[in-house]
Structures are given as C-alpha cells and as structure tokens.
C-alpha cells in the first residue's frame, strides 16, 4: 500500500482545515488507518485511526470533539476533518496503515506510512 496524504496548510487559530489521504492498491478496505503527527522538536504521536469499516474510531485526548477521522472505500481514502486549530496542532501530519483492521492507536502497529503533510496555525 502506497500512501499519499495532502490538504496541510497555513491556518489562522480557531479555523479548519481537511486533510486527506490517498491510498493504491485494491485491498485498502482491508486496513485500518491512522493519522500520526510530529510536532517541531517532538515525537511522532497519534491524533486519530479508524477501521476497517469505518464502524470504530479512535482519538487522542487533545483533539476529540474538534477532529474527525472519515474513510471512503470506495475512494480508496481516509480523510481527518480538523476544526478549531490550535497553535499547538502545528505539525507534520502523517497517515498510516495497518493489517490488523482495527482503529489501533499505537506507531508501532502500523505497517505503511506516507509522507507526511505539514499543518501550520497561527496565534
């Protein structure tokens, strides 16, 4: 599985923005997925996943009820939908995916990454 996400950006606190990513391959309804960020100076950490099915979902603390994670099957495509930026949501946003089709949480569970987008809000 090939991963390609976009939609990062400059953003103003308190505005959204709506990351997406793409996915080859015709077995990506077999993966959950995940979105990943590294904030500058920090490690890489996890803001959302999602199954298989989309059926479950999973956040972290600091962005539930302001992310959203969505997937398109049929698309081939997991999108997180994020309101309410913050300074501190500044970083490079990563998708992934694992074959264990759940929404998991942790890196180490993940067996694809993309490139990375890079998400930039402003005080």
């Known amino acids: 599985v090939q991963l390609q996400a976009s939609g990062g950006g400059l953003v103003q606190a308190g505005g959204s923005l709506r990351l997406s990513c793409a996915a080859s391959?015709?077995?990506?309804?077999?993966?959950?997925m995940g979105w990943f960020r590294q904030a500058p100076g920090k490690e890489r950490a996890f803001v959302a996943a999602?199954?298989?099915?989309?059926?479950?979902?999973a956040y972290a603390d600091s962005v539930k009820g302001r992310f959203a994670i969505s997937r398109d099957n049929a698309k081939n495509t997991v999108s997180l939908q994020m309101n309410s930026l913050k300074p501190e949501d500044t970083a490079v946003y990563y998708c992934?995916?694992?074959?264990?089709?759940?929404?998991?949480?942790?890196?180490?569970?993940?067996?694809?990454w993309g490139q990375g987008t890079l998400v930039t809000v402003s005080s």
């Open positions: 992934a995916a694992t074959r264990l089709m759940l929404a998991r949480t942790e890196q180490y569970e993940y067996d694809y």
């Open positions: 391959g015709r077995t990506f309804s077999s993966y959950g």
């Open positions: 999602i199954s298989w099915s989309g059926d479950s979902r």
